[in-house]
């Protein structure tokens, strides 16, 4: 049975983009293979994290991933930080990647062009490996991740090679996954960057946004020049992106959805996909409450998926270190 492993960082509230682009699949793998998903909450502290907060978002985090439908009596869900094996793995694969191979990779790219290279925090830097070992120590067959971690799991697939032509066949090579619709969901104000809740607020839409304030945003996104709906990423990006979230949460073709609007303008549209929304994220949001009151039932959730998901690491890291000599 292959491995599905993915995950989401606590680094702040869930917006349509990470629900679009990852959680909403998640739960579809499970019983047709062995699914692993976690909080990487050790990936989240490359920025400085008030620690009362960042306990929140995790125990929030573990919140919607149940919300939408992953089961801990099908599917592992641990806390990364719970698993020491992860940061014990990273500093071995540390030496089996390269300071030009890790230079590449687009996030440290971008902010030390912003900010300068020498006072980035080496987390940032390196973080990349760990999410390497993050995935390697499941044996990881697929991993669903948005267009932009495709670069990261590329990475760990060449750490994986050079690790196994230098000891023998020790890590399963991962294959990216990218759902059907909403791989990337961009910004609502901008739709040339990826949807961020670092961005303006009027850029996403949280998961847990009221109901008024998701009208207002949709009514306020950009569209593109002419007055018609159609998909085209290149020449109507604006509303591409908005027939990609249209879509994410209708379960439609873009073809069905572009011929039921044909012939109507932009405010038609932008007013019946906010109400689609609003539709179904008050649903989400009524079953997200009621878990999220439990907490102790929340921490039996993590304290158990934490403890199956430390028994497979431990045995994967075991045979790394016998491979490479360490006791």
């Not at 492993?5 to 293979?33: C, E, V």
């Not at 069905?256 to 044909?262: H, S």
């Amino acid at each position: 049975m292959k491995t599905v492993f993915s995950g989401l960082k606590p680094s702040g509230d869930m917006t349509i983009g990470n629900y679009l682009g990852a959680m909403k699949y998640w739960p579809a793998h499970q019983g047709i293979a062995r699914t692993i998903f976690f909080v990487p909450n050790a990936h989240a502290i490359t920025v400085r994290q008030d620690p009362a907060e960042l306990r929140k978002r995790t125990y929030d985090l573990i919140a919607w991933l149940l919300t939408v439908g992953l089961d801990p009596k099908q599917s592992i869900i641990l806390v990364q930080s719970k698993v020491s094996a992860h940061a014990e793995l990273c500093w071995i694969l540390d030496n089996y990647v390269t300071m030009g191979e890790l230079g590449r990779m687009t996030e440290y790219k971008d902010k030390s062009q912003k900010l300068g290279p020498t006072g980035q925090l080496v987390g940032l830097f390196n973080y990349p490996v760990l999410m390497a070992a993050d995935i390697l120590l499941y044996s990881a067959d697929e991993v669903p991740v948005g267009e932009d971690q495709r670069q990261h799991l590329e990475l760990a697939r060449t750490i994986a090679e050079r690790f196994n032509r230098l000891y023998g066949e020790t890590f399963t090579l991962p294959k990216a996954t990218v759902p059907k619709f909403g791989a990337r969901i961009m910004s609502l104000d901008n739709p040339s960057k990826k949807m961020s809740k670092s961005d303006h607020p009027d850029s996403f839409i949280m998961l847990a946004e009221t109901a008024d304030s998701i009208r207002k945003k949709f009514k306020r996104a950009v569209t593109d020049s002419d007055n018609t709906i159609v998909y085209d990423k290149t020449a109507k990006p604006a509303v591409s992106n908005l027939l990609d979230i249209y879509a994410g949460f209708s379960e439609e073709e873009i073809s069905d959805i572009e011929k039921r609007y044909k012939g109507k303008g932009y405010g038609d549209f932008k007013s019946e996909l906010a109400e689609l929304v609003v539709e179904k994220l008050t649903s989400l949001q009524s079953e997200f409450n009621t878990i999220r009151a439990d907490e102790a039932k929340l921490d039996a959730v993590i304290n158990d998926g934490s403890a199956k998901a430390a028994k497979i690491a431990n045995e994967k890291l075991d045979e790394a270190k016998d491979k490479i000599g360490l006791l």
